[in-house]
């Protein structure tokens, strides 16, 4: 409870203090008083972190997803928005700060501690992650875990006209929606151009056991393959056929890499490294430019 609380109750300053002393409760922060001693679980601080940004505050960004059982994304501090005007701190727990982007119709209206609908914690998670990889990876665990539909995270994100990395998230939540594949094909395509590297095939029609598939990116010549990988093939009823179908590529004895559209997104340097490596050790020469 916070001490605001516990004095609406009709308990004195005094009294808090005494049973804080005696050690039957505990303080967590500033302003809210844990009613016994044990270890305090995931979901007492939830509690203590919306409680300690006063009676308007709300769980925002990754603590609000948490809040509506995200697992398996860490925190070191509690994101707790609050409307402008109102108190902000830090401390070991919570980070309360104001938002320019405060509606009240942004409360999530169920259970548990106040915090923001899951969709624009989402978007609001992601914009304020420490980093592009940190941002994709927690919006693609949102929807991989159920927690909210992409769609219902793209409609959220319409409401964000101006932010650092807006862009990112909108090609990330574009490519959890689905509709995105071959854009990132073409993506790829174009870095092939930048970066100096041959010009592949798209799509190329291969014949295996289990019948005729595609490849999304063929060096024939070179005998090198690029999966790109869309969110989906990150879940489970996709991972055997994927498997079985590289299985069949490599027995080709073609060099198969792949490469996550998230990949793409946030760490296209280091798989370009991978696939102008591979197509070095089958015999392609980069070409220097000609002296004047």
């Known amino acids: 409870m916070s001490r605001r609380q516990l004095y609406a109750a009709g308990l004195t300053r005094a009294e808090v203090r005494a049973n804080v002393r005696a050690g039957r409760w505990q303080t967590v922060g500033r302003h809210v008083i844990v009613l016994h001693t044990g270890p305090i679980d995931a979901l007492t601080a939830l ?4 409680l ?16 509506a059982g995200l697992e398996g994304f860490d925190v070191d501090r ?7 005007g109102a108190r902000v701190f830090r401390d070991r727990l919570v980070d309360v700060r104001q938002t320019r982007r405060w509606r009240e119709d942004d409360l999530y209206a169920g259970p548990g501690p106040a915090r923001t609908r899951t969709e624009v914690a989402a978007v609001r998670g992601a914009l304020w992650a420490r980093s592009d990889r940190q941002a994709a990876l927690l919006l693609t665990m949102v929807v991989q875990q159920g927690i909210v539909p992409a769609e219902r995270v793209g409609r959220a994100l319409l409401q964000v006209r101006k932010a650092p ?6 090609d990330v939540v574009t490519d959890l929606v689905g509709g995105v594949r071959s854009l990132a094909e073409l993506d790829f395509a174009g870095q092939c151009r930048a970066r100096g590297l041959p010009e592949p095939s798209r799509q190329a029609v291969r014949r295996g056991p289990r019948g005729r598939y595609y490849l999304d990116v063929l060096w ?5 393959v690029v999966e ?12 055997v056929g994927d498997a079985l179908r590289h299985n069949d590529v490599t027995l080709e004895h073609l060099t198969v890499l792949r490469l996550p559209v998230l990949g793409l997104r946030v ?3 280091e798989f370009f490294v991978q ?18």
């Open 47 to 50: 509690w203590a972190a919306q």
């Open 52 to 67: 300690s940004g006063g009676p308007r505050a709300r769980l925002d960004g990754a603590s609000s997803l948490i809040a």
């Open 78 to 84: 509690h994101r707790v928005s609050v409307p402008r």
């Open 165 to 170: 990395r807006l862009g990112l998230v909108r």
């Open 220 to 224: 024939e010549r070179w005998r090198v």
């Open 228 to 239: 790109v990988d869309g969110i989906q093939h990150a879940w489970a009823e996709e991972i």
């Open 267 to 269: 760490a296209a340097d």
């Open 275 to 292: 696939i102008e490596r591979a197509l070095t050790d089958a015999g392609w020469a980069r070409r220097e430019p000609a002296a004047a």
